[in-house]
């Protein structure tokens, strides 16, 4: 890579970080630049990432016999009708790629979510180990499986809970998910923060991201902090001169 | 209203779909509906590439207006659909003219705008989540009390500096994160898929017609 290219690559970077981050103080030109850039390249890639794959999938499989390019061409015809979306008149076609699209969702989440996400669930908790293992183990398998049951129960809403047997039970399934939904909390926010260590990282140009960035780093702040206080100021002045 | 334009043809369209991909892993149908199933599914997924310019063609019949009335922020729509412009043509898989995933500019803009742009996009939400916990985590009631706790305990043995001071933060932090968050979620798990199981029997049988809404109905 040239000098050149290096430079600017790191100008660019360091320059889209920081405008992002601008967004802190409060909404301004630098942030809605970031973001309008950031969904324009995120559409341009997503779509040259779509076509590419649509190109591999045709030199690599439906182009090999004549059935294959017989079904590509109908695939991409149906394909087409996405765009009846727009139109009031002919919607009613963009519904049948649609209709493929989740009728085949559909039946592959039957696959997986009857097996992963339930059958597996139901035996880890139905299949605690309570026998072979110290007491500390053997009552946090207890503990875990009550908890999931009280959880389901307090999410029951096909029977009445009138009865006084479901007030214990909605109370430990409140306090359980609070505790879950803390300890939640917490992981979550500290993989965001380990996100913006990372992106700290970037700024000070330590490896494995290019040293340059360290360069601009304070350049490119002073340049934001400097426009956004003329900004400030520019739209102020323009509020009071309009009262 | 014609007998091609009701809403039962897709509908029909859904369950043949679904079926295609229930029965041969759910019944011995044979080697060869297997792999008609296995071809169908990448069949589908070239009429869903078909949508890729959906989107776009929603963006853009906001912004170049914008840009053509000379509207208030004209100039960040020009950024996006320019930005938008240059990322498509570079990236167009026509390996032959030099250009596609692999061309430099792509490759450029992709490394030095998109990336930092989208890591720095998603770090940004870890001060949203915080301000957000300030106003919320107050230890009103005793459930918020436990919220507050146990996200605080997580944070400690997380965080280096918890687990200095005090080591049975880890200990602590481990439970909380291995037995009332793990029965949590596996209730969530199992309450979701009981939902999913449901939505898509009714979608299947044209009870949940939902997602065919729209076009003026």
């Not at chain 1, 050149?4 to 690559?9: A, D, E, Q, R, S």
């Not at chain 2, 208030?72 to 032959?96: D, H, K, N």
Request: aromatic content about 16%; hydrophobic content about 50%.
């Amino acid at each position: 890579m040239s000098d050149f290219t290096t430079y600017f690559g790191a100008f660019l970077g360091v320059l889209f970080t920081l405008a992002v981050y601008s967004f802190l103080y409060r909404e301004n030109p630098w942030s809605r630049l970031a973001e309008h850039m950031f969904i324009g390249s995120a559409i341009g890639y997503g779509i040259a990432y779509d076509l590419d794959w649509m190109r591999s999938q045709w030199e690599g499989r439906w182009s090999l016999t004549s059935t294959g390019v017989t079904a590509f061409a109908f695939a991409l015809l149906l394909g087409l009708l996405w765009y009846f979306r727009f139109s009031r008149k002919y919607f009613w076609l963009y519904r049948i790629p649609l209709a493929i699209i989740t009728g085949t969702g559909l039946g592959l989440a039957f696959r997986t979510v009857v097996f992963a996400q339930l059958l597996t669930q139901v035996k880890a908790t139905a299949g605690i180990q309570l026998v072979g293992v110290d007491a500390w183990t053997a009552f946090n398998n207890l503990l875990s499986a009550v908890m999931v049951v009280c959880v389901l129960l307090y999410f029951t809403f096909t029977v009445r809970q009138t009865h006084p047997v479901w007030k214990p039970i909605n109370v430990f399934a409140r306090y359980t998910m609070m505790a879950g939904f803390g300890a939640a909390y917490g992981y979550t926010i500290l993989t965001r923060m380990s996100l913006y260590i990372g992106r700290c990282q970037f700024l000070l140009g330590v490896p494995p991201y290019a040293p340059e960035n360290k360069t601009f780093f304070p350049w490119i702040a002073l340049l934001i902090l400097v426009t956004l206080i003329g900004y400030d100021l520019y739209v102020k002045s323009r509020a009071s001169a309009k009262t | 209203m014609a007998w091609y334009k009701r809403v039962e043809i897709p509908i029909i369209i859904t369950a043949i779909c679904a079926l295609i991909q229930i029965l041969p892993y759910y019944f011995t149908l044979g080697a060869s509906v297997e792999d008609f199933q296995a071809t169908f599914v990448n069949w589908q997924m070239v009429v869903g590439t078909g949508a890729t310019f959906v989107g776009a063609i929603a963006i853009l019949q906001l912004h170049i207006p914008r840009i053509m009335k000379r509207r208030p922020q004209w100039e960040y729509s020009t950024a996006l659909v320019a930005m938008f412009v240059i990322m498509l043509i570079f990236g167009l898989p026509i390996r032959e003219l030099g250009l596609g995933l692999d061309n430099s500019v792509f490759e450029f803009l992709y490394g030095n705008v998109l990336t930092p742009l989208s890591s720095t996009m998603y770090s940004i939400i870890a001060f949203f989540i915080a301000s957000a916990a300030y106003r919320a985590f107050r230890a009103r009631s005793l459930e918020a009390t436990i919220l507050l706790v146990a996200g605080s305990l997580l944070l400690l043995k997380n965080a280096p500096i918890g687990t200095a001071v005090w080591p049975g933060f880890g200990t602590i932090g481990d439970w909380l994160f291995n037995v009332p968050n793990m029965s949590t979620q596996r209730a969530i798990l199992i309450g979701g898929a009981l939902g999913a199981i449901v939505l898509g029997v009714r979608a299947m049988t044209g009870y949940e017609r939902g997602y065919l809404r729209g076009g003026g109905e």
